[in-house]
């Protein structure tokens, strides 16, 4: 297990460890609130489609927590603001919505019972969904592993690991789980601009576990994929259309279309709540625009021109046809398309 906690509950608040400032700062940040959770769900000190599903369960866990001495009516009116808060939080990843959806189950169950009670139950259901969490990305790690050779290079994009879940990760969890499996893998970590997620946090997190790993500028991949041998390409997903089209971070969408050009498999690692039936299609997936600031630079360096035009998409959407297979607890998906995801689903 990694030296650090995503996500953790102590002392009845949520610890964040804040994503903002690693691998510099190691610093957990608490949250007491729907409002605290969804400012930090917001702001990116958590990130990463389950670790943002989890966040949110306990946002509404602690929402709970602070109206368990009210009225029921009360309580269930504030609830709602809370529910819709953090739905509001970020557009693209479907895990939030997900694990929002499964805390409304949980007090909908409560009906007739007390605030207090109500505020217990949503409290273990956001453990479970933590706890579940874990344990679908070592599944789905075990299932992925047998796709890797005995010795292989996998490149990632973005953080789908141990930082991006409640453990193990989804992509990261593929290769972790390979290694446990006695294989010798070795990374290629592409930076990821805007927000650095590959330089910041995947190179980060393969390195506190002694895993080889390369990291570099996302313009090298096509370089690297062209002159040297690269086994798989594996990244996780922010959502999962019904046509098995796959919305992940800026730049998954080019690094498939290399890997296709190049013949090199390009994996999706992903939880079963990833995948959205309701969305029929990629170009139905919201994605989430950021402020141009993270183009412009970086913290308080900024390197662009004053009075530019800028944009800063932070989602792709992959067509299902460049996408080898998915990886899911449920097993393996290959060439996905909506006839194996609902099968998938209905199982
Ligand atoms: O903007 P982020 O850092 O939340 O984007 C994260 C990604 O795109 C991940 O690849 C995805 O959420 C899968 S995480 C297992």
Same mark, same amino acid.
């Given at each position: 297990?990694?030296?650090?906690?995503?996500?953790?509950?102590?002392?009845?608040?949520?610890?964040?460890?804040?994503?903002?400032?690693?691998?510099?700062?190691?610093?957990?940040?608490?949250?007491?609130?729907?409002?605290?959770?969804?400012?930090?769900?917001?702001?990116?000190?958590?990130?990463?489609?389950?670790?943002?599903?989890?966040?949110?369960?306990?946002?509404?866990?602690?929402?709970?927590?602070?109206?368990?001495?009210?009225?029921?009516?009360?309580?269930?009116?504030?609830?709602?603001?809370?529910?819709?808060?953090?739905?509001?939080?970020?557009?693209?990843?479907?895990?939030?919505?997900?694990?929002?959806?499964?805390?409304?189950?949980?007090?909908? *169950?409560?009906?007739?019972?007390?605030? /207090? =009670?109500? $505020? %217990?139950?949503? +409290?273990?259901?956001?453990? &479970? @969904?933590? !706890?579940?969490?874990?344990?679908?990305?070592?599944?789905?790690?075990?299932?992925?592993?047998?796709?890797?050779?005995?010795?292989?290079?996998?490149?990632?994009?973005?953080?789908?690991?141990?930082?991006?879940?409640?453990?193990?990760?989804?992509?990261?969890?593929?290769?972790?789980?390979?290694?446990?499996?006695?294989?010798?893998?070795?990374?290629?970590?592409?930076?990821?601009?805007?927000?650095?997620?590959?330089?910041?946090?995947?190179?980060?997190?393969?390195?506190?576990? *002694?895993?080889?790993?390369?990291?570099? /500028? =996302?313009? $090298? %991949?096509?370089? +690297?994929?062209?002159?040297? &041998? @690269?086994? !798989?390409?594996?990244?996780?997903?922010?959502?999962?259309?019904?046509?098995?089209?796959?919305?992940?971070?800026?730049?998954?969408?080019?690094?498939?279309?290399?890997?296709?050009?190049?013949?090199?498999?390009?994996?999706?690692?992903?939880?079963?709540?990833?995948?959205?039936?309701?969305?029929?299609?990629?170009?139905?997936?919201?994605?989430?625009?950021?402020?141009?600031?993270?183009?412009?630079?970086?913290?308080?360096?900024?390197?662009?021109?004053?009075?530019?035009?800028?944009?800063?998409?932070?989602?792709?959407?992959?067509?299902?046809?460049?996408?080898?297979?998915?990886?899911?607890?449920?097993?393996?998906?290959?060439?996905?398309?909506?006839?194996?995801?609902?099968?998938?689903?209905?199982?």
């Amino acid at each position: 297990m990694p030296a650090f906690h995503t996500l953790r509950w102590t002392d009845n608040s949520l610890e964040l460890l804040d994503q903002r400032w690693l691998p510099d700062r190691c610093e957990y940040l608490r949250c007491d609130s729907a409002v605290t959770a969804a400012q930090a769900i917001r702001d990116l000190v958590v990130r990463g489609a389950p670790a943002i599903g989890c966040a949110a369960a306990y946002g509404i866990a602690l929402e709970a927590r602070k109206l368990r001495g009210t009225a029921r009516d009360q309580f269930d009116r504030e609830m709602e603001a809370a529910f819709e808060l953090l739905a509001g939080s970020r557009p693209t990843a479907v895990n939030l919505v997900w694990a929002l959806k499964q805390l409304r189950r949980t007090l909908e *169950g409560c009906s007739g019972k007390s605030s /207090a =009670d109500c $505020a %217990a139950q949503l +409290l273990a259901a956001a453990h &479970q @969904i933590t !706890a579940d969490d874990l344990q679908i990305n070592r599944a789905l790690g075990t299932h992925g592993a047998t796709l890797l050779p005995s010795s292989a290079c996998v490149m990632t994009h973005c953080n789908a690991g141990a930082l991006a879940t409640a453990g193990h990760g989804t992509a990261l969890g593929v290769i972790r789980s390979a290694i446990e499996h006695g294989k010798h893998i070795e990374v290629i970590a592409n930076e990821t601009r805007p927000f650095l997620q590959g330089a910041r946090l995947t190179a980060w997190e393969l390195q506190q576990d *002694g895993i080889p790993v390369t990291l570099i /500028a =996302d313009s $090298a %991949a096509g370089h +690297l994929m062209n002159t040297r &041998q @690269i086994d !798989a390409v594996i990244v996780g997903a922010d959502r999962v259309a019904a046509n098995g089209d796959v919305a992940n971070k800026i730049g998954t969408y080019m690094m498939a279309v290399l890997a296709k050009r190049h013949d090199i498999p390009f994996y999706v690692a992903c939880p079963l709540s990833t995948i959205d039936l309701g969305t029929p299609n990629g170009g139905l997936i919201p994605i989430e625009e950021r402020t141009v600031d993270e183009v412009a630079g970086y913290r308080d360096r900024r390197w662009a021109p004053q009075n530019i035009h800028m944009a800063n998409p932070v989602f792709d959407v992959t067509p299902a046809d460049l996408v080898s297979a998915l990886i899911t607890e449920k097993g393996i998906v290959r060439s996905p398309d909506r006839t194996k995801l609902q099968a998938l689903l209905a199982g």
